[in-house]
């Protein structure tokens, strides 16, 4: 992986290209003060964790949201990236997700599951 370029990657990538819909925003808003330990991972990848490419709800119960995964792009080549978990959550690479766009080299990381309080008005 491309650290130097991941980190430009995250920080030409503005508030508004992150999804709005609110399982995104709900995650948004609370996943750096959640999970403390998995911010400090994906920073030192130069992955901003509050700007997801994909978050993935399941289901909502009891003012929890579940989220089966949620996907981070990471340039660069994939081979030295290593499968990891953190805070009881996994960390792999993935190829089951939207289209990035993006013509570099990359790659798309995903973390399951998440599970962070619903604090949005209503769930769709
Ligand atoms: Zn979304």
Do not use: R
């Not at 430009?8 to 995650?27: A, M, R």
């Amino acid at each position: 992986m491309d650290i130097e370029k991941t980190k430009k990657y995250y920080e030409q990538l503005s508030d508004e290209e992150v999804c709005d819909c609110t399982y995104c925003q709900n995650y948004v808003k609370q996943i750096k003060a959640t999970y403390p330990k998995l911010a400090a991972y994906l920073d030192e990848m130069g992955v901003n964790i509050e700007k997801p490419f994909e978050a993935i709800p399941i289901a909502e119960a009891e003012g929890v949201m579940l989220y089966s995964g949620v996907q981070y792009v990471v340039m660069g080549k994939a081979e030295d990236f290593k499968d990891t978990s953190i805070e009881n959550s996994e960390i792999f690479i993935t190829d089951s997700h939207p289209m990035t766009g993006i013509s570099e080299d990359h790659f798309v990381i995903e973390i399951a599951p998440i599970e962070l309080k619903w604090i949005m008005k209503k769930v769709i």
